[in-house]
């Protein structure tokens, strides 16, 4: 009976320290699993985000760059309409004739970009009424008007972006 006492006394503690240990391992194994398993789960879903995220700017890029676009070439359009000029002289010419003395306003205007013309002289010519407004007539008859050349306080349609 003693060899059956000594038996249990160094195996059983064995034995029991054994078991522990493999019954630790287990839920530390599980409990690991488990932990893994979340961070899996977080990293999908930041995956999933990041995705959704990259889309997003991927299809949001092309109506950036268009409408960045869109505002320079309006922009440079504008300052290159801004430095069109108009030269305009204007004089009355006579016509005399044995019968008849005949009046007449000649208008002459070219168009300028910086001090480069743009165009040759275009001449208007009206017979005048003696009394009539010739400012009035010359603005009457302009061709490079003010509102032709200058779009700047023209309404222009605005458009919703998509």
Not at 113 to 141: K, T
Request: proline share 3%.
């Amino acid at each position: 009976m003693l060899m059956i006492e000594v038996v249990f006394m160094v195996v059983f503690p064995g034995f029991v320290a054994v078991a522990s240990g493999l019954l630790a391992w287990f839920v530390m194994q599980s409990r690991m699993e488990v932990k893994l398993a979340e961070q899996r789960a977080d990293l999908a879903e930041q995956r999933g985000a990041l995705e959704a995220e990259k889309k997003a700017i991927q299809a949001a890029l092309p109506l950036a760059v268009r409408a960045a676009e869109e505002s320079a070439r309006r922009q440079s359009f504008d300052n290159f309409l801004g430095e069109l000029s108009i030269e305009q002289r204007h004089y009355t010419r006579e016509n005399r004739t044995l019968l008849q003395n005949r009046k007449s306003l000649v208008l002459q205007e070219r168009m300028y970009f910086r001090n480069i013309p743009l165009s040759d002289w275009i001449e208007h010519e009206i017979a005048v009424d003696d009394g009539a407004d010739v400012e009035r007539m010359v603005q009457d008859m302009t061709i490079f008007g003010k509102s032709v050349v200058n779009i700047a306080e023209a309404p222009r349609p605005r458009k919703a972006l998509a």
